[in-house]
């Protein structure tokens, strides 16, 4: 069984055991508590390590764990001040890229507010396109744009994207050269048709004035041969 010592303790220290190390910091500094196994180990600092914040108050004050995820050091539970390397920081939380509308400000990587740039409105979305073509495919993209009225320093790069892309979907429809080539076609097959009826009708005609010349023929023949009265 460990016992309390208030003797033979660390520099700071004011209350320590052989099992748990310090149990009670002098005031102004901070105990941080850091597992070994199975045990807790106590030592005093003046100020917290990276990923810890000070939380003082009058009994003792304590080094408390950041709970935000990739944060290097924080401000309190929930808050970072500064995250790992190659991460942006945003209202206190990380951040592989800044969200959308905010931007890496003056070189660093803290998120700058949008309020420093002045942004005209969104025009209207575009047409439905795909690699350039505005027609036979069903599935495309739509783009729209904005201007930077004003940026920080003249700098638009501080500024929110001017551009946003959108997937978009259009009606199953062909393209104006398929009709085109499609009428032509039809025309070509129409003429076809009506030179062959033309033709079919011609001959038809041609026909049933040989018949008839053939049957004229026929009857000035047979009075030819009749005996007179």
Known sequence: VSTELSQGCARGCDLCSEFNGCLRC????????????????????????LGYFGLRNTDMNKCIKCKIENCESCFSRNFCTKCKEGLYLHKGRCYITCPEGYSAAN?????????????????????????????????GNEERTRRVLQAPSGDVSLCPPTTEVRRCTVQKNQCPE???????????????????????????????????????????AATAASPAQ
């Open 178 to 220: 398929g009709k085109r080539k499609k009428k032509e076609e039809q025309g070509k097959q129409d003429n076809a048709n009506g030179n062959r009826n033309r033709k079919d009708t011609k001959d038809a005609k041609s026909g049933t004035k040989k018949r008839k010349g053939r049957q004229r023929g026929a009857a000035a």
């Open 107 to 139: 070189g660093t990587m803290e998120c700058s507010s949008p309020a420093q740039c002045e942004m005209s409105e969104w025009g209207p979305w575009g047409p439905c396109s795909k690699k350039r073509k505005l027609c036979g495919f069903k599935k």
């Open 26 to 49: 002098s005031p102004k500094l901070f105990i941080l508590l850091e597992r070994n196994d199975i045990r807790q180990i106590g030592i005093c600092l003046p100020s917290c390590p």
